[in-house]
């Protein structure tokens, strides 16, 4: 069997190269992780579909290439810049290219006292304290390759701090993008939000490229939610539809935070994403949503995993799927409620439309339930577009064209409208009237 | 002539329903098709639609001096045939109005008619909705979701106050609705009526003929119009059932 030696040397060997660059920081605490990560990487093995946790996807097509871990930024003007940004969105935006933060493209502006938004590398380099007590703390990097393989490569990323009691009205826009200009670019961005008690904001991650090019983005987000604290997170995938995307992210909810997610797929050849919440105290509500539109031979993965550690907490999962040509789609989400968790509420939906013979779905709730005093639903369906609507909609002078799309944006829009942010939600819908109405 | 079916075969998964239909209906009539269950009613009315599952095997439909057979579910719409369901779908996410205005449009456009502006359409919305005694919350929400049997057939002869067909088919429109309902869908029809358009009023029982006065009765059995006649024929039906055509078409085979 292919163990995938080559590619993991090939990586081990990129690792010297990038330490040899780091000159002056090998002694730091950062660069130990790094180090003690790599060894962890070196005796991990990739995943295969005997796997239970990658059963329907196989990563060999990403293991054929051997990607070049950005160390440098790559440039970008504003104009560039200009055509990923949203029409009346208010915000704060902030830039990386191939994972590395560009200053010069981003504009943060009168954030409240003590509010951090920037690049995590320069946060590193100033020994922040919210660093030494988060970084590195909820992505597991022992057991996870992916994630072991970002944590050694730690060099740039996204960070969000918001101290104690501070509302930041406008959403930060974080746009990554690949420059890849066929250089087969592993670009790693290392995002960290820390939200303080009491304290709310809106955060976009936006994952784009410059040319429709084969690259691999590698994206590990971790997300700390305080006391009262409430997220609202977005991650908006539209990366090049050769690309490959693994991201994970992290979060921890502290006592009755409030903390919610929408993910919304539109890219990647194969994307495969693990997002985990944990309840750590009381109070707690959470929700994760999602959206995926494939075609082509696209393969959207998605792992979840809701830990309902702590009682009192709610969480509401919400995953909808629309396949057309040849693409295939993996929902498995998990909701774990502890022997403590007593007075949980858990409800999972996964629904999918196949628009074509050859698309393909696999659904999975998977729900451990150690408490006795729950309220936990779970459902999943995989149809087609219902024919007596479609009839219905053409008797009455509506073309097929229109129809279908009609009945496509009927089918996403429960999940659409859950998006608090309107230029988004537009976005969304543009795109998906785009698709269906040529 | 506004339609004519000639000798119409169809069959829904190989089982023959229709079995030569003739019939012609000109601009200002209206015609009832009255039948047993399982006559073939309904079948004609999908047919005349252009339900895909149905396989039309012989014959040839006319409307309006093009062949109706050859054209999309759509393109019939768009050339002014209606049908009223007898169960109209639910459609959550899609709101009446979306449906109405994208609907109108596509058929504007197709006769290369100037599409309406949101207040326009606003303004002949409002008008049609008192035709049929609509409610206007009803029509923001979801096309017939949670909507009562009475509300489903009042929006489908809505639609069809707004679409102004020029042949309107009107599927089992009574069933299910109480007398005050049938009164008001059947003013709406009423109302509709003009000399340049013409109705088909498909039902089992005789009642809405009362409120929606036929020129032409015929009578379904089988697969085959077996009986026509005027108004009178329905209040034959009512009274002697139809056990009574049954028989009829019987001695008509053997003799």
Not at chain 2, 144 to 159: D, L, M
């Amino acid at each position: 069997m292919n163990d995938y030696k080559e590619v993991k040397n090939w990586y081990l060997d990129e690792f010297k190269k990038f330490e040899s660059t780091l000159n002056g920081e090998s002694a730091e605490p950062i660069h130990q992780l790094r180090k003690e990560a790599i060894s962890n990487f070196s005796e991990l093995n990739f995943p295969n579909i005997k796997d239970e946790e990658w059963k329907y996807t196989n990563v060999s097509p990403l293991l054929k290439y051997n990607f070049k871990p950005s160390l440098v930024k790559g440039n970008i003007t504003n104009n560039e810049v200009s055509k990923f940004l949203f029409d009346k969105l208010e915000h704060n935006l902030l830039v990386f290219v191939n994972g590395h933060f560009d200053e010069k493209v981003s504009r943060v502006k009168n954030l409240p006292k003590g509010v951090i938004a920037g690049s995590i590398a320069e946060a590193i380099k100033e020994k922040s304290q919210v660093i030494k007590e988060h970084f590195g703390k909820y992505a597991d990097f022992k057991n996870q390759i992916f994630t072991a393989l970002s944590t050694a490569y730690i060099k740039d990323g996204a960070f969000i701090y918001v101290p104690d009691g501070k509302i930041i009205e406008e959403a930060f826009h974080i746009l990554f993008l690949t420059n890849s200009d066929d250089n087969k670019i592993l670009s790693q961005p290392r995002n960290l939000f820390v939200i303080g008690k009491n304290s709310q904001v809106t955060i976009i991650e936006h994952y784009s490229s410059l040319g429709e090019d084969i690259y691999f983005t590698n994206a590990v987000t971790e997300i700390f939610a305080d006391e009262n604290a409430v997220v609202d997170h977005i991650k908006l995938q539209e990366e090049s539809k050769k690309a490959f995307h693994i991201g994970r992210m992290e979060v921890d909810q502290e006592r009755s935070s409030n903390f919610s997610s929408h993910s919304i797929s539109f890219g990647a050849d194969l994307s495969r994403n693990d997002f985990n919440t944990k309840f750590n105290d009381e109070g707690g509500e959470c929700m994760l949503n999602g959206l995926f539109l494939l075609d082509g031979t696209q393969l959207f993965d998605v792992h979840t995993m809701i830990d309902h550690a702590k009682p009192h907490c709610n969480s509401h999962e919400h995953y909808k799927g629309i396949l057309d040509d040849k693409s295939r789609g993996v929902f498995n989400g998990k909701v774990m409620v502890r022997k403590d968790a007593q007075k949980t509420n858990a409800f999972q939906e996964n629904n999918n439309i196949i628009l074509s013979n050859n698309a393909l779905v696999d659904t999975k709730p998977q729900l451990e339930i150690f408490a006795d005093d729950v309220k936990c639903s779970h459902g999943a369906t995989i149809g087609q577009l219902d024919k007596d609507s479609m009839f219905y909609l053409k008797s009455r002078g509506i073309g097929e064209e229109t129809a279908r799309t009609i009945l496509i944006h009927a089918f996403a829009i429960d999940v659409i409208k859950s998006i608090k942010v309107k230029a988004i939600k537009d976005y969304i819908e543009e795109i998906l009237s785009k698709r269906f109405n040529n | 002539m506004l339609l004519e079916i000639r000798n119409l075969h169809a069959n829904i998964e190989g089982k023959e329903i229709l079995k030569g239909i003739d019939l012609k209906i000109n601009k200002g009539e209206v015609h009832a098709i009255m039948g047993p269950n399982g006559s073939g009613k309904s079948t004609l009315a999908q047919v005349l639609a252009g339900r895909e599952e149905y396989e039309v095997t012989r014959g040839t439909v006319i409307y309006n001096r093009k062949n109706l057979l050859e054209l999309s579910p759509e393109d019939r719409a768009r050339e002014g045939l209606f049908l009223a369901f007898q169960y109209p779908v639910e459609i959550p996410g899609v709101s009446n109005t979306n449906l109405l205005k994208t609907a109108l449009n596509a058929v504007k456009k197709y006769r290369g008619e100037e599409e309406l502006d949101a207040m326009e359409f606003l303004a002949l919305i409002k008008k049609k909705m008192k035709l049929v005694d609509l409610d206007h919350s009803l029509i923001s929400r979801s096309v017939n979701e949670g909507f009562s049997g009475g509300e489903k057939k009042r929006n489908e002869i809505f639609q069809m106050a707004v679409l102004e067909p020029k042949l309107s088919i009107l599927d089992e429109t009574d069933s299910g609705l109480d007398i005050d309902a049938l009164k008001i869908v059947a003013n709406g029809v009423n109302m509709l009526k003009s000399k340049d358009n013409a109705t088909v009023v498909v039902t089992h029982y005789q009642r809405l003929l009362n409120y929606i006065i036929p020129d032409f009765v015929h009578v379904l059995y089988n697969g085959k119009i077996v009986k026509s006649g005027g108004k009178q024929l329905a209040l034959e039906l009512e009274e002697k059932g139809y056990d009574w055509v049954k028989t009829d078409s019987k001695e008509l085979v053997e003799n």
